[in-house]
């Protein structure tokens, strides 16, 4: 996620009082795996998109609820 700011060994800050929408960046629940990525939402449908362009897109098959699935990331910076 280098191309939005965000490096190794930075620190993600999840907001669940946040519902995603189109354009967040989301840390999201795949196959039992965490991964952060820009959601990209239009006509009811579900993009994970990398920031990095040797990544490739994500399109789950089934989307949990948001609570438990998708979150919104808040940048926190730290002394």
Do not use: E, Y
Not at 24 to 30: D, E, L, P, Q
Not at 65 to 71: K, M, N
């Amino acid at each position: 996620m280098v191309g939005t700011g965000i490096f190794d060994n930075d620190i993600l800050v999840v907001d669940r009082a946040i519902k995603p929408r189109h354009g967040h960046i989301v840390v999201a629940i795949v196959d039992g795996d965490f991964t952060v990525k820009l959601l990209h939402q239009r006509a009811g449908r579900i993009k994970l998109k990398a920031a990095n362009p040797t990544f490739a897109d994500i399109v789950p098959r089934m989307v949990g609820p948001w609570r438990s699935g998708v979150q919104p990331v808040q940048r926190c910076l730290l002394d």
